[in-house]
């Protein structure tokens, strides 16, 4: 989202304002100002906004993802631990210093501020603004400040250029540990360590911003057969064939995993229990389209089911899972939820 550092100074009511007419205020503001529409989900963002990140005005969703986004991950606990904690009313405000990605993949340092202007008859919020701006000097001359305390200046400039290039390494090799750790090396789609990680965040993410999700269980009818009969070999690149035709149909933003063996999950976000369903006829179709492994012509089951309210990651996959074993029994290649 982004900072408020000018929001305590208005002295007019924005209730009292059009949408229409507050945005057009907000595109004429120094600092960079978001405006979050709770009840919606829609986020606007002034071009002051995206120009702190290096993006063109209004170029990215507006929607609450897009925040979530440029947060650098080792920041990203605490900036929600704060947010949260001004919406539950536990803490007087939101002010946080934070880490941002611009569009060249750096980061900049921001201060980010927000004010809530209206909460719903149940005391959730309505409506928010807030602002960023720019600390990457402060946070530059602080740095600068901690080098002069040592007596040799030029050698810890060296040595800072020098260890800056090692952590550079050190990132592009850690990042590229991450993938081997959360990629599944035969399908190359996430593995159940990714899995296992990104759905208790998928929960935490719908109940704070009250979006649906969703989740797909499935896999592959007979997959047993297709090994005894033909061997692991063939049975390994049926397994790639079936995830190459899974990829086609899921979306950007949506995670394809492998749970185990020839069993899959898809996490859908802001997906309903009808798009879901929707989503795994496609895959159930577009598996039609594949060449039979010797007399068996591959088929999926699916179990498809959508987050309750309050459920955790435990509850949502026990009921997937029992979703999955129900289409089994009822003659397999089939959806149920």
């Not at 960023?132 to 810890?156: C, G, M, P, Q, T």
């Not at 390494?169 to 540990?177: A, F, P, V, W």
């Not at 190359?188 to 704070?208: D, F, G, I, W």
Request: net charge negative; glycine share 6%; with cysteine.
């Amino acid at each position: 989202m982004g900072e408020a550092s000018n929001i305590e100074p208005l002295k007019f009511n924005a209730s009292d304002l059009s949408d229409d007419m507050l945005h057009t205020i907000l595109e004429l503001v120094s600092d960079g100002i978001w405006d979050w529409n709770a009840n919606t989900g829609f986020v606007y963002r002034n071009p002051r906004w995206y120009e702190m990140l290096g993006y063109p005005p209004h170029s990215l969703d507006n929607n609450v993802f897009t925040w979530e986004n440029v947060i650098h991950p080792d920041d990203f606990p605490q900036v929600m631990a704060q947010f949260d904690a001004y919406l539950a009313q536990q803490a007087p405000g939101y002010q946080a210093e934070y880490r941002c990605r611009m569009q060249d993949g750096s980061y900049t340092w921001i201060e980010d501020r927000g004010y809530i202007l209206a909460r719903n008859a149940d005391g959730s919020v309505a409506r928010m603004v807030g602002a960023h701006r720019s600390i990457e000097d402060k946070k530059r001359l602080l740095e600068e400040l901690e080098r002069r305390n040592h007596s040799l200046e030029a050698i810890v400039e060296e040595r800072t250029r020098e260890l800056s290039r090692v952590n550079q390494q050190l990132q592009i090799q850690l990042e590229e540990n991450r993938k081997l750790a959360e990629t599944d090396v035969l399908t190359s789609v996430a593995n159940r360590y990714r899995l296992e990680k990104t759905l208790p965040q998928a929960c935490e993410r719908s109940q704070r911003f009250r979006q649906p999700l969703s989740l797909i269980a499935m896999d592959i009818d007979d997959f047993k057969n297709i090994n005894d009969h033909y061997g692991h070999a063939l049975g390994d690149a049926a397994l790639v064939q079936v995830v190459e035709s899974v990829k086609r149909c899921v979306h950007e933003g949506d995670l394809l995993a492998r749970w185990g063996g020839d069993e899959f999950i898809v996490i859908l976000p802001d997906t309903s229990l009808v798009d879901a369903r929707h989503l795994a006829e496609r895959i159930r179709h577009s598996l039609e389209g594949l060449p039979p492994v010797g007399d068996f012509q591959i088929t999926m089951s699916f179990g498809v089911v959508q987050r309750f309210d309050e459920e955790q990651q435990t509850g949502l996959m026990a009921r997937a899972d029992q979703a999955l074993y129900r289409s089994k029994i009822a003659g397999k290649n089939v959806i149920s939820g």
